[in-house]
C-alpha cells in the first residue's frame, strides 16, 4: 500500500534457485524457488525481501556506484572495458566497498522484510526454516569463502536477525494475525503450485519423449 512503483512479478523457467528485483517494481522469481519453497509463508518471506529491495532504491543506488566508479576510471586511466575496470578495481580495494554496499543493502531489505511480515501477521518463522535449509543445502559450496566477499550476509546472521525482530514485535505480529484474512491465512501453510510449463528440466541432455521412443 502507498507504493510509487507499479509491481510486475514473473517465474523465469530454472533449475537454479534465486530471485531478484530490478527498479521500478519488476520481480523475477526463478521457478526452482517456487518449487522448492514448503509453503506460500516462505515466498511471502522472499518476496518481501525483494519489494524492499526495490522500495528502498537499493537497484539504482548500485547502479550508480558502479557507474560513478567507471567515470572516475575512464578519465583517470582511459579504461572503458568492465573486465578490466573489475579487474582493477578489485586491485585498488573498490570491489570490496562494492560488495560491502551490496550486504549493507541485503541486510537493509531484511529489515524491510521483517517489519512488512510483523505489519501483515505473518510471522518470519518460515523464511527462516527456508534460509536453514538453503544454508545446509550449500554449506560444502561457500564454506571456503569468506563471508566478507560474499554479497548476501551470512545465513546464521539474517536468520538471528529476523527471530530478535519477531521477539521484540511480538505484540504487533499477534495482533495483525489475528486480523490476517482467513483465506490467506490458510493458503500461507500450502505448498506452492507451479505449473508444468514453468518446471525446468533437472536433466539438459535428457532426450525429448518422441526421440527415446524411436531408440
Known amino acids: 500500500a502507498g507504493t510509487p512503483h507499479q509491481y510486475d512479478i514473473q517465474i523465469l523457467k530454472s533449475p537454479v534457485e534465486n530471485a531478484f528485483a530490478l527498479p521500478g517494481g519488476k520481480i523475477t522469481v526463478f521457478s526452482a524457488t517456487v518449487e522448492k519453497a ?20 537499493h537497484g539504482m543506488q548500485q547502479l550508480s556506484q558502479y557507474m560513478t566508479l567507471r567515470l572516475v576510471l575512464t578519465l583517470a586511466f582511459g579504461m572503458t572495458d568492465d573486465a578490466t575496470i573489475l579487474s582493477f ?101 500450502q505448498k506452492p503450485v507451479i505449473s508444468a510449463a514453468c518446471r525446468a528440466s533437472t536433466d539438459a541432455k535428457q532426450p525429448p519423449e518422441d526421440e527415446e521412443e524411436k531408440e
Open 38 to 57: 514448503k509453503n506460500y509463508e516462505e515466498l511471502a518471506g522472499i518476496l518481501a525481501h525483494e519489494v524492499g529491495h526495490v522500495e528502498r532504491r
Open 89 to 189: 578495481a578489485a586491485d585498488a580495494g573498490a570491489l570490496l566497498l562494492l560488495l560491502k554496499n551490496s550486504r549493507d543493502h541485503e541486510r537493509d531489505a531484511d529489515a524491510f522484510a521483517a517489519r512488512k511480515l510483523a505489519e501483515a501477521g505473518i510471522s518470519s518463522k518460515a523464511i527462516r526454516e527456508f534460509f536453514e535449509r538453503i544454508n545446509k543445502e550449500s554449506k560444502s559450496e561457500i564454506s571456503s569463502v569468506p563471508d566478507f566477499v560474499l554479497t548476501h550476509p551470512a545465513d546464521e546472521e539474517r536468520i538471528r536477525f529476523f527471530e530478535q525482530y519477531e521477539k521484540k514485535n511480538k505484540a504487533q505480529l499477534r495482533a495483525a494475525s489475528e486480523r490476517l484474512n482467513p483465506e490467506i491465512r490458510e493458503l500461507l501453510a
